[in-house]
């Protein structure tokens, strides 16, 4: 995303190609689209504008310190009708072996031409880097939102998962996309444990000499490096992680911090040494329209208070990390980190339900577990592909 002049219009008599973004106004349209487009659905939640900036400034985003993005919009009638981001990240091809090219940040009218104007231009963006296949969407890793829901309209999303309407998918499988990978959202697990989970939960605090905390507050720069050991070694080997940076995963501690409650942080350690994370957050979205997506509106705190006030009757939790070191799993440390999650968040007072997720679909042995303990799988996200 370089700031230059705007691109030459094209000739006359025909459908203006994707421009890429130049310049001041043209990085407000692309950041103000998703509102016009969807600002009337109810199940839209308007993010803060100022999140929106932070992600696409190369000087406050640590993505860019070592990955590189260019940005596009489509115009019909004279207006911005579709954006999309052309995403190159090194480091998920040098841990996957691979050379893939990503696209993002897609807010697309209900036109199968912009759509495919969009997509044009993000892939021939990433074959004119040598990348071989496109995957999206995702912003800009799948540390990140990432995916288009496909099944389960009707509901406003949790915190940190994307929203789009039902016509997204059609858009982009019209444009010659094709699913790569499924991710799933659970919704339930938030009641009282049974007996045999609570059974195996003790047995297994006992045989590990499992001692399972709350985040601490005073330390928590330390607990958040303990939270990113276990998030590095759990999930490494999973479809499409990459692990954070040390800059990135401060970043969004640093952004969850404001928001995010010590006792819904569970650390499971064996002898000091963290190998188990379990990490829900309030439901921030239930709050979030209060804002209108504007912390402040002419210098006053208009929006922070309106989402302070609104915060106070947020019910709900999303389960955003859940896992294990590799050697420890399966020996029922999964269980006895479920059921500590489990009573903090009753004990918080979250008493209007709970998401779980995502997981991947093929993800065989978390997806079983979740069903064991009650959870229905609720909402599915797709990540689509295709040939550059």
Excluded at 162 to 172: C, I, K, Q, S
Excluded at 362 to 374: I, K, M
């Amino acid at each position: 995303m370089r700031v230059s002049s705007s691109s030459r219009p094209a000739p006359s008599g025909r459908a203006p190609a994707a421009e890429p973004v130049r310049g001041r106004r043209r990085l407000r349209e692309f950041v103000e689209l998703p509102y016009t487009l969807h600002g009337r659905d109810p199940c839209f939640v308007p993010p803060l504008r100022g999140d929106c900036r932070r992600l696409l400034d190369r000087r406050r985003n640590p993505f860019f310190a070592y990955g590189d993005v260019e940005l596009f919009t489509v115009r019909r009638g004279g207006r911005v009708a579709g954006r999309v981001a052309a995403v190159d990240n090194p480091r998920h091809n040098d841990v996957h072996g691979a050379r893939d090219g990503f696209f993002g940040q897609f807010a697309c009218a209900d036109d199968p031409s912009v759509a495919r104007e969009l997509l044009d231009a993000a892939g021939g963006w990433l074959r004119g880097r040598g990348l071989r296949t496109m995957l999206g969407p995702v912003n800009f890793t799948t540390n990140e939102e990432c995916g288009v829901l496909v099944d389960g309209f009707g509901t406003p999303p949790s915190v940190m998962m994307p929203y789009n309407p039902a016509y997204y998918p059609g858009l982009l499988e019209s444009c010659g996309l094709a699913k790569a990978k499924d991710l799933w959202a659970w919704e339930g697990g938030h009641g009282a444990p049974g007996e045999r989970l609570a059974r195996i939960a003790r047995h297994a605090e006992r045989s590990h000499q499992l001692t399972v905390r709350s985040l601490d507050p005073g330390d928590f720069h330390a607990d958040m490096m303990r939270v990113k050991h276990v998030f590095d070694r759990a999930w490494q080997g999973n479809w499409g992680f990459t692990p954070m940076t040390d800059a990135e995963f401060t970043a969004v501690a640093g952004r969850l911090r404001a928001v995010m409650e010590p006792g819904l942080v569970q650390l499971a350690e064996v002898a000091g040494e963290p190998v188990a994370v379990a990490l829900a957050l309030p439901d921030l979205n239930q709050a979030l329209p209060a804002a209108r997506g504007r912390l402040t509106r002419f210098g006053l705190p208009i929006g922070l208070v309106r989402l302070s006030l609104a915060a106070r009757r947020i019910d709900r939790v999303r389960g955003v990390l859940f896992g294990v070191v590799p050697h420890l799993s399966g020996r029922g440390i999964e269980t006895a980190l479920f059921t500590r999650g489990q009573e903090a968040v009753r004990a918080a007072g979250y008493d209007g339900g709970m998401e779980h997720g995502w997981t991947l679909e093929d993800n065989s042995a978390v997806n079983r577990y979740l069903e064991s303990a009650g959870c229905t799988h609720s909402k599915t996200y797709r990540i689509y592909g295709r040939d550059l």
